[in-house]
């Protein structure tokens, strides 16, 4: 089944892959690897999904701006292959940032909305090296940040 099939399958429409907004390229292609920018928690209608993760929204609201980011990596790694993410040879690397309140300490458990969905769409080849880092603050009081890392073809 081609990634394309698998995004109708899970009922997934990629947003237009936003542009970058300062002075940054959207995503960088280095012989085989491809690196994507940051990718906010901005869904296809516009809406962030912002605040603390563990003060102002709960655990489940991170993980699902994990997934909302981990569309919008997809949809840069799409833009990034000429529309044709059968491409992608592995994501190799998730770096996730959460907007966290200073006693929450499951970062983990929210950037797993991001890491399983990824394994959703790609199967094996989505399964990557990971991190999953607090922070005080995003750009746009974002709840999450993924960077990441793929090869391509």
Do not use: W
């Amino acid at each position: 089944m081609s990634v394309d099939e698998n995004l109708k399958k899970l009922k997934i429409d990629l947003p237009d892959p936003p542009a970058p907004v300062g002075a940054y390229t959207a995503f960088k292609k280095i012989g085989k690897l491809l690196f994507i920018s940051g990718q906010i928690s901005l869904d296809s209608n516009g809406v962030l999904i912002k605040g603390k993760v563990g003060s102002e929204i709960n655990l489940e609201v991170g993980k699902k701006a994990a997934e909302t980011c981990c569309i919008n990596i997809v949809a840069q790694l799409k833009k990034a292959c000429n529309g044709n993410l059968d491409k992608v040879n592995s994501c190799v690397q998730l770096a996730g940032y959460v907007n966290s309140s200073d006693n929450f300490i499951d970062q983990p458990k929210v950037i797993n909305g991001a890491s399983e969905l990824m394994t959703k769409i790609f199967g094996d080849i989505g399964i990557h090296t990971r991190s999953a880092v607090s922070s005080n603050s995003l750009p746009l009081g974002a709840a999450v940040e993924i960077v990441s890392i793929f090869e391509i073809n």
